[in-house]
């Protein structure tokens, strides 16, 4: 495999859809979707904003840092602000999710990640951008899951039903500048790691810079016109029991250019049980062979509790500054 497979989930045929998104989330859990109802002129919208935004002063960005986000956990982060295992990424981003008023239940019951989203004053136009694209992709996320259920031999509604009816929607824009001539390999964009959830849909400009590993190495994740790369987080891996694949990935951009890119996080909702689908196993896989050593179906909690232990690891001095109640990592 050298590329990155590509599902036109407009086609009417539903089965042949779902045969393909089977095919691609056994091999790689990775795949390109396209064909989607997400405009064009959205995407472009949330990307040149968010060029604007970053383009900034450190000192104006810092308006909306993320210790302002408080327990919601939004906002932005300085380069260098994020780390993926123990070592900071070469980027800065902002975090926005669900956008909850005070008077939400799961605001009140002080539910982390979940509250209001904070908006910089410029450009004022980011905010609309991103309300309308996490609208639009959340769609998007929940169409997949329909089709990935019916490729598992599941009923449609399998996930909206167990998992997603109040799922966790984490959105992140990203700009990673270019990596320094005299970088050292360990020095990345975004280090190898695996996404937390279900299924996360990445937007993308046209730099490249995204790398997958794939059964045979690592292959390049380049951008597709009007496509989004769509990838598996560990949630899913643990419920197909290893038949779909939660795969590493990482980010290097070295084209000498300011590269933007938005994943949309769909996740298990913060108090699911996440257990394994009934009568899915893979004798196949083989947990131990995982990037980080770690089982995730040794594993046993709530989404939340996944969640909050993972990006407690990502932003450690964040997570006892907003969240000194919680156990931590
Ligand atoms: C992530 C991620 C890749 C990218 O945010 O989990 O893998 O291209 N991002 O930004
Ligand atoms: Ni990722």
Redesign the pocket.
């Known amino acids: 495999m050298e590329s990155l497979p590509i599902v036109d989930v407009s086609a009417a045929d539903r089965d042949a859809i779902a045969h393909e998104i089977d095919d691609a989330c056994r091999a790689s859990g990775f795949f390109v979707v396209v064909g989607h109802d997400v405009s064009a002129s959205l995407t472009a919208r949330v990307e040149s904003r968010a060029r604007e935004f970053f383009a900034l002063s450190d000192d104006e960005k810092r308006e909306v840092a993320m210790p302002h986000g408080g327990r919601a956990w939004r906002g932005w982060f300085p380069v260098g602000g994020e780390l993926t295992a123990g070592v900071p990424d070469m980027k800065e981003g902002f975090y926005f999710g669900e956008e909850l008023g005070p008077d939400d239940p799961r605001v009140r019951a002080g539910r982390p990640l979940h509250g209001s989203n904070l908006f910089p004053r410029r450009p004022p136009e980011l905010r609309a951008a991103v309300l309308e694209y996490v609208d639009a992709v959340t769609r998007l996320g929940h169409a997949l899951l329909e089709l990935m259920a019916r490729a598992l031999g599941l009923d449609e509604q399998w996930f909206a039903r167990h998992l997603t009816t109040d799922p966790v929607v984490l959105f992140r824009i990203f700009h990673y500048p270019p990596l320094p001539a005299g970088a050292t390999p360990n020095q990345w964009s ?1 280090g190898e ?3 937390y959830g279900l299924i ?1 849909i ?1 937007g993308q400009d046209a730099s490249g810079g995204l790398e997958v590993h794939g059964p045979d190495g690592w292959i390049a994740a380049p951008p597709v016109p009007n496509g989004f790369v769509v ?1 598996l987080g560990d949630m899913l891996e643990r419920m197909t029991g290893g038949r779909y694949r939660s795969t590493p ?1 990482r980010v290097r951009n070295t084209t000498g250019a300011d590269r933007i890119s938005f ?1 949309l996080f769909l996740d298990p909702a913060w108090d699911a049980d996440v257990l394994p689908i009934p009568g899915m196993t893979d004798p196949t896989s083989d947990a131990t062979g995982r990037w980080d050593g770690a089982s995730v179906h040794e594993w046993s909690g709530t989404y939340g509790d996944y969640l909050l232990a993972k990006v407690g690891r990502v932003f450690p001095a964040l997570l006892g500054e907003v969240l000194p109640d919680s156990t931590g990592p």
Request: proline share 11%; hydrophobic share 20%.
């Open positions: 975004v790691h695996t996404d996360t990445l990838n990935h994943p």
